[in-house]
């Protein structure tokens, strides 16, 4: 069994400090869900985003930093594996961890929820940025990652840089310096889509256009950010093809990336490793790549 000696945030800030745009009234309940032993694993119905920051000891940090998108299908997010735990590990390395808890998409809570967990991903990037001297941060090395649905989401991030979804007067870099992609969801085309959270991200009759933009693999670019993927070939949630087909668009634009695939292990499959063992070949990467110098 997989046990973490767990921290807890120093501070859980809202993600927004005023209206949250794309917002519309709502009666909406937040549910925390529990797991078999009654412990904390994550949330539903979110409708108002935070930013949950933890900071290593400031003689061991190395100024690089990492967002934290949980994933769930876009129906719920698994906040404490794949965000409590995850955090945990980077602070033992000197890395800042923000695990974001994304507003789910819902159309009784936002004007377009396609947007909506895009909006927030953008937010948090914006202030990791804006907050970079005082959380001891190098701004040149704020990166992303994501878990499945949150994979897709931090792809979406890492795609859609160019267009703010937020207020941005002034005018901080939306672009995520890396991106570190679990399992992830990338495509909504019919024959990659995790139909679950096609269906609640973009609802159950999207247009071709819609599809489209949302299939990241679809929109990389010369300037996508360097990336790392992992998943198993036995993938019975997701198609291990989202991660091949995202690896071969970065290829093709000659960003750089590495993917680790497993022959089994199933969707979730990290979950049921210690975090310090399956984010080794992870961190060996960060090295590399001068993000854990």
Known sequence: MNVENNLSAQQIIPLYTGAIPNSVNYKMKEITYLDKEG?????????KPTLAVYLPDKKNSIGSAVIICPGGGYYAETYQKEGINIANAFIKHGVAAFILKYR???????????????QDAQQAI????????????????????GFSAGGHLAST????????????????NLRPDFMILVYPVISM????????SRDNLLGTNPSIEKINFFSNELQVTDKTPPTWITQTGDDKVVDVDNSIVF???LRHHNVPAEMHLYPKGDHGF????PTEEWMQPLFEWMKKNSWMK
């Open 39 to 47: 412990r904390m694993e994550g949330y539903r119905n979110i409708s």
């Open 189 to 196: 085309t019919h024959q990659l889509a995790h139909m679950g």
């Open 247 to 249: 690896y071969e668009a």
């Open 126 to 145: 914006k202030l990791v940025r804006q907050h970079a001297a005082e959380w001891n941060i190098d701004t040149a090395k704020v990166g992303i990652m």
């Open 104 to 118: 789910l998409p819902s159309d009784s809570i936002m004007k377009d929820k396609s947007i909506g967990p895009l």
């Open 157 to 172: 991030a890492g795609t859609h840089f160019d267009s703010s979804f937020i207020s941005n007067k002034e005018h901080i």
């Open 270 to 273: 990290v979950l049921n490793l």
